[in-house]
């Protein structure tokens, strides 16, 4: 089977585009650029123990007989749905945009692009550099293996409708476990490039980092790459220039477990036999002047949060 390139526009609702040779190697261009990404990926799996596994378009293409005269509308149709209200209007917040669709007997790819200011709406040449906005497109890496798919998606508000609900896919990892991970990263100096680890300021890099997981809710690469970027700890244009092959496998973004930070920064201080102090997060701690260490006078302050002074008072000032 030679390879099948489709195109669809979706809006509210789904028409299909005919394309020549020329169009058809610039629609491959654009796959091969938006492919390439290594640190912008959320590792999915197609889980065939959920009842509605045959309604992934991953699952109907994957065991088809014959690819070459597969309804690939029907992928495009059930985009569109995912993109609607349960009212079959169209979600406001979800932008409308063209679906390309590469496919062999083996693979496809699907790939949704949302700003189409960045393409010739006529040839799908591009028009302008790409890497420098990355919640224009959507991906779907799919190498018939239903437990090695990759998603990449930048537009973090509509994240679930692409990989959950209309591909039907599930994370590979816990929210927890990929905090746990680049926690571990983190404290192995494996986290960055070897370039990183060895600057002058790792240290300030490093502790950087470690402060963006206490401060944020949600763990995004992009947004800690921009965040490093703009503190001026490090002057980089790509992910790939900051973030290490060990870390390619940490999805793009995901919820920080605060359970996940507590266990590794949780520490237990005894200044003597009679008392011992116990921080849930010992850096942050010392960073919010909480807890201040000083060892010339052999002492460590420890500040009371006013909604505990009232209790401290009643425990200790009766004394």
């Not at 409708?161 to 209309?166: A, L, P």
């Not at 490090?234 to 793009?252: A, N, Y």
């Amino acid at each position: 089977m030679s390879l099948v390139v489709k195109v669809f526009d979706i809006s509210t609702e789904v028409s299909s585009n005919s394309i020549d040779d020329n169009q058809k190697r610039n629609i491959l261009k654009i796959f091969d650029e938006l492919s390439e990404e290594t640190h912008l990926i959320t590792n999915c799996f197609l889980d065939l123990e959920l009842e509605t596994y045959k309604d992934s378009p991953i699952y109907y293409f994957n065991e088809a007989d014959d690819k070459a005269d597969f309804d690939y509308k029907k992928i495009a149709d059930d985009l569109l749905k995912a993109e609607c209200k349960a009212d079959s209007t169209r979600n406001s917040t979800i932008r409308e945009g063209l679906l390309f669709i590469k496919a062999n007997d083996n693979s496809i790819t699907i790939m949704k692009l949302e700003k189409l200011t960045v393409i010739d709406k006529e040839t799908y040449e591009f028009k302008s550099e790409l890497g420098k906005e990355k919640d224009y497109f959507k991906v779907c890496i799919f190498n018939g293996e239903y437990d090695d798919i990759k998603i990449i998606d930048k537009n973090r508000t509509a994240a679930k409708y692409w990989y959950q609900r209309f591909l039907g896919l599930t994370r590979k990892q816990t929210f927890e476990d990929s905090t746990k991970e680049v926690i571990n990263l983190i404290a192995e100096d494996r986290f960055f490039q070897r370039e990183i680890i060895e600057k002058e300021n790792y240290d300030e890099i490093k502790r950087f980092t470690e402060y963006y997981m206490f401060d944020n809710k949600k763990f995004d690469k992009s947004d800690l790459f921009n965040e490093l970027n703009s503190s001026g700890l490090i002057e980089l244009t790509k992910e790939d220039e900051l973030f290490s092959i060990d870390s390619e496998s940490i999805d793009s973004d995901f919820d920080i477990s605060e359970k996940a930070l507590n266990y590794r920064y949780k520490r237990t201080i005894s200044t003597s036999h009679e008392i011992t102090i116990t921080t849930k997060n010992y850096l942050e701690s010392l960073r919010d002047n909480e807890l201040n260490f000083d060892e010339k006078n052999k002492k460590i302050t420890i500040m009371i949060d006013d909604d505990y002074l009232a209790k401290v008072k009643e425990e200790l000032g009766s004394e």
